[in-house]
T-cell receptor, first 114, second 116 residues
Framework: GNSVTQMEGPVTLSEEAFLTINCTYT??????LFWYVQYPGEGLQLLLK?????DKGSNKGFEATYRKETTSFHLEKGSVQVSDSAVYFC?????????????FGKGTKLSVKP | DVKVTQSSRYLVKRTGEKVFLECVQD?????MFWYRQDPGLGLRLIYF???????EKGDIPEGYSVSREKKERFSLILESASTNQTSMYLC???????????????FGAGSRLTVL
């Protein structure tokens, strides 16, 4: 079946540090991949997405590249800010079967200290 | 911008009570979803709907039901609340269509339910 595995948190970094949050997936066919972010007290919102192999999604300084050979979609940012503190969810969308819903990882909490 | 509005941010209910969680979206999206979010478990799909009066079970439908009488409104119902249903409930909508490529869920702010 389809699944998403992302690194467990929490991750604590100092401001301006480099961020990587690992995400790997299992899926049949050619899924689309997403990163969602949840700021404290809010619902999830889309951060970036990629729809096919070798696509790079980017937004707000975050990037992730769809790597089919390694079934990965790792999230990176070169210099994090305190305002990036949030929970990050990797997700997969596959049209297999009768359901077209997102499959989420368990989330990684990021805390950035000044 | 698409807006998904969940009517209650915080609710406290007693075991055995009937609970209604309401969700309204304003962008004419066909698809609506209810998830629950728990620490260490991430998001789990309870029910979803692709059209009015249509519903499909997600991964954890037990103890829940839903209602979609109008396109913009998707209600989650706990017929007899139990303490293990204490959680954050997230509603989402999208215009997902099969074969149309990647689509995006837009989430509400969440409803935190405590069952005593």
């Amino acid at each position: 079946g389809n699944s998403v595995t992302q690194m467990e948190g929490p991750v604590t970094l100092s401001e301006e540090a480099f961020l990587t949050i690992n995400c790997t997936y299992t899926a049949t066919g050619y899924p689309s991949l997403f990163w969602y972010v949840q700021y404290p007290g809010e619902g999830l919102q889309l951060l970036l997405k990629a729809t096919k192999a070798d696509d790079k999604g980017s937004n707000k300084g975050f990037e992730a590249t769809y790597r089919k050979e390694t079934t990965s979609f790792h999230l990176e940012k070169g210099s994090v800010q305190v305002s990036d503190s949030a929970v990050y969810f990797c997700a997969l969308l596959n049209y297999g079967g009768s359901q077209g819903n997102l499959i989420f990882g368990k989330g990684t909490k990021l805390s950035v200290k000044p | 911008d698409v807006k998904v509005t969940q009517s209650s941010r915080y609710l406290v209910k007693r075991t055995g009570e009937k609970v209604f969680l309401e969700c309204v979206q304003d962008m004419d999206h066909e698809n609506m979803f209810w998830y629950r979010q728990d620490p260490g478990l991430g998001l789990r799909l309870i029910y979803f709907s692709y059209d009015v009066k249509m519903k499909e079970k997600g991964d954890i439908p037990e103890g829940y039901s839903v209602s979609r009488e109008k396109k913009e409104r998707f209600s989650l119902i706990l017929e007899s609340a139990s303490t293990n249903q204490t959680s954050m409930y997230l509603c989402a909508s999208s215009d997902l269509r099969r074969g149309s490529g990647a689509n995006v869920l837009t989430f509400g702010a969440g409803s935190r339910l405590t069952v005593l």
